[in-house]
């Protein structure tokens, strides 16, 4: 909470592309969308990619969420310190965080010409197993690797050990598209 500016939710745009970029100072995440005009909106608004950005408060975001349970247009206006959400007859207006969001671009890797594919139940199920070694204080940390053509899961703990678990992958040629 110290870091308020951390606390809400990056609208950055590209053309006709939306990123939107959520952290907690440890994990980042972020989506990206096509939407008509979102640039050319934005810049008129204020907003210029790498200087004035728009930061939502996850307050808003937690009432914009609560407005969209099933298919509802939803409608997204802001200025300069304020925002304003449209969704079916309601109206939500709340104030821009006003802040610097930290340079993301440098900590996301880009993706390489080759991926893997991974049997969705298989993983889930290694991670469950590799819960066992799991201290309550030591770090979560769990270590992907790719040696002798298998995907390993790894996690090593002072206490408890280490583990290393096989999980059916393969790898394909290219990362697939973007939906």
Do not use: N
């Not at 950005?53 to 200025?79: E, N």
Request: charged letters at 25%.
């Amino acid at each position: 909470e110290g870091r308020y500016y951390l606390t809400g939710v990056l609208l950055e745009p590209d053309g006709d592309r939306l990123f939107t970029v959520a952290t907690d100072g440890s994990r980042l995440g972020r989506v990206e969308r096509s939407v008509t005009g979102v640039g050319a909106a934005m810049e008129a608004a204020g907003f210029v990619s790498g200087e004035r950005r728009c930061i939502v408060p996850r307050h808003f975001i937690s009432a914009v969420l609560s407005l969209a349970r099933g298919p509802v247009k939803l409608t997204l206006a802001s200025s300069p310190s304020l925002c304003r959400l449209d969704a079916d007859g309601v109206t939500i207006t709340g104030k821009l965080i006003d802040g610097r969001f930290p340079d993301y671009h440098r900590v996301l890797i880009e993706p390489a010409d080759v991926g893997y594919e991974v049997d969705r139940l298989a993983l889930v199920s290694s991670l469950s197993r590799l819960k066992a070694i799991e201290a309550r204080r030591s770090s979560r940390i769990i270590a992907l690797c790719w040696r002798k053509g298998a995907l390993y899961l790894e996690r090593r703990d002072a206490d408890r050990g280490r583990a290393s678990i096989p999980v059916p992958a393969a790898t394909f040629g290219q990362w697939p598209a973007a939906p």
